[in-house]
């Protein structure tokens, strides 16, 4: 302050919000009327300071950079505020006064003292904030809706979000399929993937193909559904198998047009997929191991995955170890010259001859040997292999490995695998015969998959 004024004073660089309760009301609203976008009746003229005004923060933007012909350059960012009319109009702070965004969120309402209107190109207006504005502001206090746990069959709590939904961010139980109903957000989910669709590229607004949707089936004891899942990373695909345990976060729950329930995971704004099966940790943690032999696993109905420690017999090398795969469906296909053709989806690409060659090139080149790489939408090495297993009851089981399972147990990728000759492959497959493995196995209709494995210490 000064020294003949009590009033507080800031510096320009400074930022100030006032907080007023969030319960209750406080002699400073009378100061304030609600604004109305539609008529503008709190709006006298645009191009001036205005009356005191009310409104909610519906939507926080994203910092942008504008551009004038003389050549400078302003930073802006836009704060949709909503009347009660539910109508929107454009809070707009430049440069400095960005920094106000940090001092609220959506669904506080804000408390505007002598904002400045200003005419928007579209007849409209926008208000800003000026030398002598000031911002009140009483912190949004979301309601909550008490829900019914099916394990222990309690009332929990979970908030409500502005437009109505479910928010499961701080529900500590574990979620059973048949419990997901619409309208939730951040729901956390583990449950085992039956089926994995087939890769969808599609542009998310810059032009080529930017993002990849694909869909998971899970179930679990309850019941099953699809989940939708949008990665604009291009990393999760390649990393899931089918009969796998799988942890979903950030899901959010939708009613279908066939009155179904319709779940979503969009890795862009927060969502994840944990594939459980494939902790490196897990076979090394006692309390998640509860090891079984394969007699038990083999008459077991109830186990769907199962950790065990057993003996490689012996490798199947009727056929090659390692194999081209289609990396937009998975499966093997045909070679013809330089051509592949998917055996399922029937498409045919060019490929490099170093994918047949063993190269420099290809030892450093990603395992996703295609042109385009960003969206591994041509083919990629991966192994095929097929082991011998027996435990210390002599029971022995034929186990199919995951790409993924035999990588951490040979410690080779399967590009370089595929660069090698016959005997050095030879070599480092019959290296892990005879040793004891800690396996985590999935059972299949057909057999069993091993999802990871690595050497007993």
Known sequence: GTPNSSLLRLLPSEHLVIVLPARGKCNLEDRFVPINFVDQGTIH????????VIAEVAKIGTEEVVHCFDGTSFKRLVVQLKDAASVLTPLVLWDSYIGFVRLFQEG?????EKPYAKPSANGSFCLEYGPGTVIYMKPFQPEHEMVCTQQSHKAVSVPVTLDGKLDFSTYLYQLHIQEVVPNLINVTLMSFCTCISEREFFSTGGGGCSSERFTLKLADSSTSINVVVEDPTHKVFKTLHANQCLVLEGLSTCAGDDGCTMMSCNIGTGGRVCNASCLPGRLLTPYVCDHKTLAEARISSDDLEFTTVATLVSWDTTSSPVQLHHSLCGHTGR????MMTCEHCCTTEHVFLDQFQGTAASRDADSSMCADSD?????????????IIEDKSEERLKMSFTSIAATSLLGCL?????????DERVGILESTIG???LLCVSKMAGGFQVNLACIKP
């Open 414 to 422: 399967p590009n370089y695998f595929a660069d090698l000759c016959s």
């Open 375 to 387: 969206t591994d939408t041509g083919w990629v090495w991966m192994f095929s292999l097929v082991a």
């Open 335 to 338: 070679k013809a010259g330089n």
């Open 108 to 112: 506080d309402v804000l408390y505007l």
């Open 45 to 52: 003229e645009p191009g001036c300071y205005v009356n005191n």
């Open 435 to 437: 040793k004891d493995l």
